[in-house]
């Protein structure tokens, strides 16, 4: 019987060749599309590990990637011996040579071929779980006892690297068939799969929501009974696989899956609060949490921006906790963007999330998602327009974007006739700018100018002048400019009771 290389045909997916029964090994009938840097890379550990004489397998989500004709930024190779000494040994035939980073503890490696391309590689073993730890025990192993512990089927594939069967497929799970089903499965038993490594159910979430498969019945319900054991799990990883399912094409389905499992309750309860509807007196409000799921849906179809989509997330993160009933008009969430953007801050650390411009910038977008809207309910002034200009700044397109996002209705010619009155405030706000040059607006009168102008240290006078100066400007009352702004501050200052020092006058 021939065994046909996977790299070698261009047909579609056939049936299995059986060829032993342990592991079962067929080859695929199709081409994997490799570029020429990949190919050159293939090539390079198979010659490494040949004159090493080291059983060497490309696996997991390079070969899932590449038959699925998904690009990949990485390739992992399991080597039955080890991965240090291998790596060491292919990072010679590059030149220059590329630096191996490897972890002794762990006896894996790592080389960085360019910017767009990495390997690892990883000796193969098994591993046994104690009932009462996450830290598994490990002992060397063969190709198939690495297969065994992975964690679904579409990832335990791998391609032989050996000279005598270059390119043929080892698949003991029937990965292939899965791939065509578009169905992740765990290997083994669910809960053992899960209990051994329980970040696993937020992977395979993760990879329903990136592949748009579905979830084996099987393993669905063994996340759900497993999802207490997501505890033990550090919250690094959590929200690693969590900005993943954040970043998907449709993160809504992500999110849903993570409710309807009960993971979502244990790792973002703040979130689960939203879920549902109340009514009162035949009055009642939309539920917050699949309302917030379609605004992340819509934005995600104009941008990828991991922290304007947390924005999406996060907007109405505080409806709980001012939802109030009001007698004959139904229900409020007054403030629920000044509260919202308190909780920014205090989620971004429970989540891990950086405590740096990226959480400011959420928290900006929450606090303002509001404004633009409420301009489509009023007669626009030039001043509520420069206010608005002003507050956003640089950040101006991404609110438009979120509030364009939060426009939501089952009724077509409702959210029609919104977006429309949206794109006037936007055409005002265009306007405005290209008159005043709002959004980086600079004052033309600083605060070190009012010190020395009126002879003072840094003071709450100083504060007083600058603020009036910019509303004066935002509201229209005096022009942007520096003869406006400087006989502004000596009126205000002499309101204060300030004088001017002699020299500085005029």
């Given at each position: 019987m021939e065994w046909r290389k996977l790299f070698d045909h261009k047909t579609s997916i056939t049936a299995p060749i059986y060829i032993t029964s342990t592991p079962v090994i067929f080859a695929l009938s199709m081409d994997i599309n490799l570029t020429s840097e990949e190919l050159k890379v293939i090539n390079k550990v198979a010659a490494a590990a040949e004159a090493l004489s080291m059983e060497t397998y490309l696996i997991g989500g390079f070969v899932r990637d590449k038959i699925l004709e998904r690009a990949t930024k990485d390739a992992d190779f399991v080597c039955v011996g080890d991965a240090i000494t291998l790596a060491q040994e292919v990072a010679k035939s590059f030149h220059p040579q590329p630096r191996v980073d490897f972890f002794k503890n762990f006896g894996t490696a790592h080389i960085k071929i360019n910017d767009g391309f990495d390997i690892e590689f990883v000796g193969a073993r098994k591993e046994s779980y104690r009932a009462d730890s996450r830290k598994p025990e490990?002992?060397?192993?063969?190709?198939?006892?690495?297969?065994?512990?992975r964690d679904f089927t579409i990832?335990?594939?791998?391609?032989?690297?050996?000279?005598?069967?270059?390119?043929?497929?080892?698949?003991?799970?029937n990965g292939i068939e899965d791939l065509q089903a578009k169905i992740i499965r765990t290997p083994l038993e669910p809960v053992q799969t899960f209990s051994d490594d329980p970040l696993r159910m937020m992977r395979a979430i993760r990879f329903a929501t990136q592949l748009g498969f579905t979830i084996d019945e099987t393993t669905w319900q063994g996340i759900k009974d497993s999802k207490e054991r997501i505890k033990i799990i550090s919250q690094e990883r959590i929200t690693d696989e969590l900005n993943k399912i954040v970043a998907a094409k449709k993160p809504s389905i992500g999110f849903d899956l993570l409710f309807q499992s009960g993971l979502l309750q244990i790792i973002f309860p703040q979130m689960v609060a939203l879920v549902g509807a109340e009514y009162k007196d035949g009055l009642g409000h939309k539920d917050n949490f699949y309302h917030t799921l379609q605004v992340l849906d819509n934005l995600s179809e104009k941008s990828d921006d991991l922290w304007l989509r947390w924005a999406a997330i996060l907007h109405d993160i505080a409806k709980p906790a001012t939802k109030k009933f009001e007698e004959g008009h139904g229900w409020t969430f007054h403030g629920h963007e000044v509260v919202g953007g308190r909780m920014v801050s205090k989620i971004f650390t429970k989540l891990k999330l950086p405590q740096n411009e990226k959480m400011r910038f959420v928290k900006k977008m929450v606090e303002l998602h509001l404004r633009p809207i409420?301009?489509?309910?009023?007669?626009?002034?030039?001043?509520?327009?420069?206010r608005l200009l002003f507050d956003a700044g640089e950040d101006f397109d991404s609110l438009m974007l979120l509030c364009s996002a939060d426009i939501t209705s089952?009724?077509?010619?409702?959210?029609?006739?919104?977006?429309?009155?949206?794109?006037?405030?936007?055409?005002?706000?265009k306007e405005v700018e290209d008159k005043d040059h709002i959004r980086n607006w600079q004052p033309p009168i600083s605060g070190e100018m009012i010190m020395k102008i009126f002879n003072l240290s840094p003071s709450r006078p100083v504060g007083i002048i600058k603020d009036a100066l910019k509303d004066a400007m935002l509201d229209g009352i005096i022009p942007n400019t520096y003869e406006a702004a400087f006989n502004f501050m000596l009126e205000k200052g002499k309101d204060l009771g300030l004088k001017p020092t002699q020299e500085n006058k005029s």
């Open positions: 490990v002992e060397a192993g063969s190709v198939k006892d690495d297969q065994d512990r990832n335990a594939m791998a391609i032989s690297l050996q000279k005598e069967n270059f390119g043929i497929l080892i698949d003991p799970f409420s301009l489509t309910k009023e007669n626009i002034t030039d001043s509520a327009i420069r089952k009724n077509k010619q409702k959210v029609k006739r919104f977006l429309e009155n949206f794109q006037l405030v936007r055409e005002r706000c």
